[in-house]
């Protein structure tokens, strides 16, 4: 198939583009500059210059292409609702131009097991939590992507962990880390046993592939291989590996030494990805989260400016 990657330099994004050439598919991958220009064309794909903004742009690479795999997103929290409906404008514009150029054609969106009830164990099934405001909002997305089902479209959303993690950012664990190196302690929330889903990132490029070749329309995934790590565990992990103090947190301090990431750091987001695994025969083999912690922490420390 040939694919269209919004994201593909992103951190799962570069990651999927490998995943889906060494399958023996191709790859137009949308990129900003001429640096990921230049990054997504050494991995072996072709790529175009734009953004999730340009929506014309955007639907005719969408008709030129077998399948979609959507990951770029605007984050801007002082417009959190603004950047959700320019999410679902992009759904759109390349959802219908796969209608309007028919066969069979894939989309994939994206959105965050986060988005679900806290603090309880989240399942495929489960819509988000619409007594939040910004987690409700993010959620809005995947009704728009899955509504393609109905319109001839092999239409499904994937559901990123908080942490997927390997060689770079890591999601929310490289904020631990980037905390850690900054002011000497690795933090965690004192006054909650609470958990992170997480996944290796080319377990969940693996799962995004298998999503474009094999989900049945309407399908909702989970990119989860642990339900569950204590985020005090994954401190833990830093504060040995840096050689810092291990520090719990009150959730007033909590504010001031993570700032607009204290959110998730008091979050409880066990996921279960079980019927995921059962629908797709995905079955993750990566590192964990607290193998990973090495890794993450060796990148973070080579972006350090001297």
Same mark, same amino acid.
């Given at each position: 198939?040939?694919?269209?990657?919004?994201?593909?330099?992103?951190?799962?994004?570069?990651?999927?583009?490998?995943?889906?050439?060494?399958?023996?598919?191709?790859?137009?991958?949308?990129?900003?500059?001429?640096?990921?220009? !230049?990054?997504?064309? @050494?991995?072996?794909?072709?790529?175009?210059?734009?953004?999730?903004? +340009?929506? +014309?742009?955007?639907?005719?690479?969408? %008709?030129?292409?077998?399948?979609?795999? #959507?990951?770029?997103?605007?984050?801007?929290?002082?417009?959190?609702?603004?950047?959700?409906?320019?999410?679902?404008?992009?759904?759109?514009? /390349?959802?219908?131009?796969?209608? @309007?150029?028919?066969?069979?054609?894939?989309?994939?969106?994206?959105?965050?097991? /986060? /988005?679900?009830?806290?603090?309880?164990?989240?399942?495929?099934?489960?819509?988000? +939590?619409?007594?939040? @405001?910004?987690? %409700?909002?993010?959620?809005?997305?995947?009704?728009?992507?899955?509504?393609?089902? !109905?319109?001839?479209?092999?239409?499904?959303?994937?559901?990123?962990?908080?942490?997927? #993690?390997?060689?770079?950012?890591?999601?929310l664990m490289g904020y631990l880390v980037d905390a850690a190196l900054q002011k000497g302690i690795s933090a965690y929330a @004192?006054?909650? !046993?609470?958990?992170?889903?997480?996944?290796?990132?080319?377990?969940?490029?693996?799962?995004?592939?298998?999503?474009?070749?094999?989900?049945?329309?309407?399908?909702?995934? #989970?990119?989860?291989?642990?339900?569950?790590?204590?985020?005090?565990?994954?401190?833990?992990?830093?504060?040995?590996?840096?050689?810092?103090?291990?520090?719990?947190?009150?959730? +007033?301090?909590?504010?001031?030494?993570?700032?607009?990431?204290?959110?998730?750091?008091?979050?409880?987001?066990?996921?279960?990805?079980?019927?995921?695994?059962?629908?797709?025969?995905?079955?993750?083999?990566?590192?964990?989260?607290?193998?990973?912690?090495?890794?993450?922490?060796?990148?973070?420390?080579?972006?350090?400016?001297v």
């Amino acid at each position: 198939m040939r694919v269209f990657v919004t994201g593909a330099t992103g951190f799962i994004g570069s990651a999927v583009v490998d995943e889906l050439l060494s399958a023996g598919h191709t790859v137009l991958g949308l990129v900003r500059s001429d640096d990921g220009a !230049n990054q997504v064309e @050494s991995q072996g794909a072709e790529s175009l210059r734009g953004t999730i903004e +340009d929506l +014309d742009l955007l639907a005719d690479a969408a %008709s030129k292409c077998d399948a979609v795999i #959507h990951l770029a997103f605007i984050l801007d929290f002082a417009d959190i609702e603004g950047c959700c409906a320019k999410d679902r404008a992009a759904i759109t514009a /390349m959802g219908d131009a796969l209608v @309007s150029a028919g066969g069979d054609k894939a989309l994939v969106s994206t959105t965050a097991t /986060m /988005m679900l009830q806290h603090g309880k164990v989240g399942r495929e099934e489960d819509g988000p +939590d619409m007594t939040n @405001s910004m987690l %409700s909002v993010r959620g809005a997305s995947e009704p728009v992507c899955l509504a393609y089902a !109905n319109k001839g479209i092999r239409a499904s959303a994937v559901r990123i962990p908080p942490t997927a #993690h390997g060689e770079g950012q890591s999601g929310l664990m490289g904020y631990l880390v980037d905390a850690a190196l900054q002011k000497g302690i690795s933090a965690y929330a @004192s006054e909650y !046993n609470n958990r992170w889903s997480a996944c290796h990132r080319n377990d969940v490029a693996k799962l995004y592939r298998m999503a474009i070749e094999r989900a049945e329309p309407g399908s909702t995934f #989970h990119a989860v291989a642990e339900e569950g790590v204590a985020i005090k565990d994954i401190a833990a992990e830093i504060s040995k590996h840096l050689d810092v103090p291990l520090k719990g947190l009150t959730q +007033d301090e909590l504010q001031e030494h993570f700032g607009w990431i204290a959110f998730g750091v008091s979050a409880d987001n066990p996921i279960s990805s079980a019927s995921t695994q059962e629908r797709l025969g995905w079955t993750p083999t990566g590192p964990t989260a607290l193998e990973d912690v090495p890794t993450v922490i060796k990148f973070k420390q080579s972006t350090i400016s001297v």
